[in-house]
């Protein structure tokens, strides 16, 4: 049993240390003046999409306004990160140490890091300042319709990988750039005005970052982005349905423990 133990505790560990830790090789240099462009650009959108961010989520759940203005935030950082220059897909190094795109590690990440939120949600409902942060971004996806509401967390759940962790990354160099990169993106996500939110934008922005860091790119990020964010919006639901506030049709209140919505521009749990 202990060699057994050992034997499964060094898979992992090695499935770790090539998902999170290991670099594989590449050449990602670019001429100063690109450089400085990359910066001037991301610097510009992260400005227009967080003020877009705001607005959208002061808006009603189920509402054209709402479901627009999450497109148009999506918009905003896919525009902003194509516009700055090259990005990268990056790859992954096998257990035999083939280079290959990152796919099924990915995958499976996601569906870890939701199980690791679906508990933490658990343990929120009995901290009333986040049950209420909480049941104030599901209600977007308790009264919204499902297929526009899974649209825009899609569209925003690629978008915010394509800015943050492809041209927001690439722009900070080679300083820091994970916990750089998470800095922003929760900061970005303050927009919201709601601490669950940007505590998830903080924990799922520091994986993103280290899957970019290690792949070189960002299919990896994007891959374990788009699975945690179905399953949340598939299983976190049904656990805040019998909140009250989970009905409530308003526009959301400006203000400590309130606002939010399901997909937001960064940090989106779904």
Do not use: C
């Not at 003020?51 to 935030?73: H, I, K, M, N």
């Not at 499976?108 to 343990?123: E, I, K, M, P, Q």
């Not at 759940?157 to 394509?162: F, I, S, T």
């Amino acid at each position: 049993m202990t060699v057994a133990r050992r034997g499964l505790r060094g898979t992992v560990g090695g499935w770790l240390r090539r998902t999170l830790v290991d670099r594989v090789p590449r050449d990602h240099r670019e001429s100063d003046a690109a450089f400085r462009r990359r910066r001037r650009i991301t610097a510009g959108t992260a400005v227009a999409g967080a003020t877009l961010l705001g607005v959208s989520l002061s808006q009603p759940p189920d509402s054209p306004r709402f479901y627009g203005l999450t497109l148009a935030v999506a918009g905003t950082w896919v525009a902003g990160g194509l516009a700055s220059g090259p990005l990268h897909l990056g790859w992954t190094l096998d257990s035999g140490s083939t280079l290959r795109r990152p796919l099924s590690t990915p995958l499976l990440t996601g569906v870890g890091a939701f199980g690791a939120f679906y508990g933490a949600a658990l343990v929120a409902r009995r901290i009333p300042v986040l049950d209420r942060a909480i049941t104030s971004v599901l209600r977007y996806a308790h009264q919204g319709s499902f297929p526009l509401v899974l649209t825009t967390t899609l569209a925003n759940g690629v978008a915010e990988e394509v800015f943050f962790r492809g041209a927001l990354y690439a722009a900070i160099g080679v300083d820091r750039p994970v916990l750089k990169s998470t800095a922003v993106y929760g900061l970005a996500t303050t927009a919201t005005r709601n601490p669950a939110l940007v505590l998830a934008s903080l924990a799922m922005g520091a994986l993103f970052g280290l899957q970019r860091q290690a792949t070189g790119g960002i299919q990896a990020p994007v891959l374990t982005h788009l699975v945690w964010s179905v399953l949340m919006l598939r299983h976190l639901p049904p656990l805040f349905a019998d909140e009250p506030g989970i009905t409530d049709p308003r526009a959301p209140r400006r203000g400590p423990g309130a606002g939010g919505g399901f997909t937001r521009g960064a940090g989106s749990p779904a």
